[in-house]
């Protein structure tokens, strides 16, 4: 998923407060991709953060995926880096709707948000390396 960094590590996100990942913007129905080869831990809803996903690496390290709306692995699974997880939420426009409507309402902007965090050694660490460059 190609996204935009809408609040980093431990950056105040819009209500000022501080969460140990980071929040990523894209648009409606991004793939979601496994950053690296590792078990699914968990693959279900969780309260209101719709489909959140946990990763567990060879080293024990877990990645924690929340906000999908959509979901292509189920826990127990092997997965392999760049594996589809799942989808953003939004909704998929006719091409004859987006073609009739102005860019604000056919979704041009919108963005749907994901919330990674990375836990390592009993806390958490900055998830930026995991999705840049070779790791993402």
Same mark, same amino acid.
């Given at each position: 998923?190609?996204?935009?960094?809408?609040?980093?590590?431990?950056?105040?996100? @819009?209500?000022? =407060? /501080?969460?140990?990942? #980071?929040? !990523?913007?894209?648009?409606?129905?991004?793939? +979601? &991709?496994?950053?690296?080869?590792?078990?699914?831990?968990?693959?279900?809803?969780?309260?209101?953060?719709?489909?959140?996903?946990?990763?567990?690496?060879?080293?024990?390290?877990?990645?924690?995926?929340?906000?999908?709306?959509?979901?292509?692995?189920?826990?127990? @699974?092997?997965? =392999? /880096?760049?594996?589809? #997880?799942? !989808?953003?939420?939004?909704?998929?426009?006719? +091409? &004859?709707?987006?073609?009739?409507?102005?860019?604000?309402?056919?979704?041009?902007?919108?963005?749907?948000?994901?919330?990674?965090?990375?836990?390592?050694?009993?806390?958490?660490?900055?998830?930026?390396?995991?999705?840049?460059?070779?790791?993402?």
């Amino acid at each position: 998923m190609r996204g935009r960094v809408l609040a980093g590590f431990k950056a105040p996100d @819009a209500s000022g =407060a /501080r969460r140990p990942g #980071l929040l !990523l913007g894209a648009p409606a129905l991004s793939l +979601v &991709e496994a950053p690296s080869d590792a078990m699914v831990r968990y693959a279900a809803p969780f309260l209101e953060y719709g489909y959140v996903v946990v990763l567990e690496t060879d080293d024990g390290t877990l990645i924690v995926l929340a906000g999908l709306a959509q979901l292509a692995v189920s826990a127990g @699974a092997p997965v =392999a /880096r760049g594996e589809l #997880l799942g !989808l953003l939420g939004g909704r998929n426009l006719e +091409v &004859e709707e987006y073609v009739m409507l102005p860019d604000a309402d056919a979704g041009a902007g919108a963005l749907e948000t994901l919330y990674i965090e990375v836990r390592h050694g009993g806390g958490p660490v900055d998830p930026a390396p995991w999705f840049a460059g070779e790791n993402g």
